[in-house]
């Protein structure tokens, strides 16, 4: 039982199976924000980051359970969005990344943390959080407990970050 309750948290932020392996920049043109545009964008700060190695990686989402996760390469083949941002972890308290966005709506957002830069999960290494901070199981989130709205300009939002706790368990740093 243990076993598949962990094999659950893994598939957490592993994207649905597809024939087609995911592109590492797919979605990044679209992501980067350009110093004095207004928006739509998010304006994302990471609260308790464990350390500042690695990369982080922003993406977004369409907020449907169907696509929230789903394979970069069929979102951008339907034309739906998905944008990603991938930085090496700046060196302060609370980094703030910025995401372009097709337009105002709702969206699901995620953040690895890669603490080794690696380009893989490590689900005893590195961390993750969602927007909407929801509470996390050893399931996936549903694409609502994460959907936030974005409007015509920069709209800020907070994510808490979530690292291996115990053997079983996930969630913020203590202090965070």
Same mark, same amino acid.
């Given at each position: 039982m243990k076993r598949a309750v962990l094999l659950g948290a893994a598939l957490v932020l592993l994207p649905?199976?597809?024939?087609?392996?995911?592109?590492?920049?797919?979605?990044?043109? @679209?992501?980067? !924000? +350009?110093p004095g545009e207004s928006?739509?964008?998010?304006? %994302? $700060?990471?609260?308790?980051?464990? $350390?500042?190695?690695?990369?982080?990686?922003? @993406?977004?989402?369409?907020?449907?359970? /169907?696509?929230?996760?789903?394979? $970069?390469?069929?979102?951008?083949?339907?034309?739906? /969005?998905f944008r990603r941002v991938e930085v090496a972890v700046p060196n @302060?308290?609370?980094?703030?990344? !910025? %995401? +372009?966005?097709?337009?105002?709506?709702?969206?699901?957002? /995620? %953040?690895?943390? $890669?603490r080794n830069g690696d380009r893989k999960f490590s689900l005893s290494h590195d961390g993750f959080g969602f927007s909407a901070n929801p509470k996390l199981s050893w399931a996936k989130p549903k694409a609502r407990a994460v959907a936030v709205n974005a409007g015509g300009g920069l709209t800020t939002l907070r994510i808490v970050m979530n690292y291996r706790t115990g053997l079983f368990s996930f969630g913020p740093i203590k202090g965070s």
């Amino acid at each position: 039982m243990k076993r598949a309750v962990l094999l659950g948290a893994a598939l957490v932020l592993l994207p649905a199976a597809a024939p087609i392996p995911s592109t590492p920049d797919l979605g990044k043109a @679209e992501a980067q !924000c +350009r110093p004095g545009e207004s928006g739509p964008a998010f304006l %994302v $700060d990471l609260i308790g980051l464990k $350390d500042h190695a690695g990369r982080l990686k922003l @993406e977004v989402y369409p907020a449907n359970d /169907t696509d929230f996760l789903a394979d $970069d390469n069929v979102l951008v083949a339907a034309g739906k /969005t998905f944008r990603r941002v991938e930085v090496a972890v700046p060196n @302060e308290p609370t980094p703030r990344l !910025c %995401v +372009r966005l097709p337009g105002p709506g709702t969206y699901a957002v /995620t %953040v690895l943390h $890669d603490r080794n830069g690696d380009r893989k999960f490590s689900l005893s290494h590195d961390g993750f959080g969602f927007s909407a901070n929801p509470k996390l199981s050893w399931a996936k989130p549903k694409a609502r407990a994460v959907a936030v709205n974005a409007g015509g300009g920069l709209t800020t939002l907070r994510i808490v970050m979530n690292y291996r706790t115990g053997l079983f368990s996930f969630g913020p740093i203590k202090g965070s």
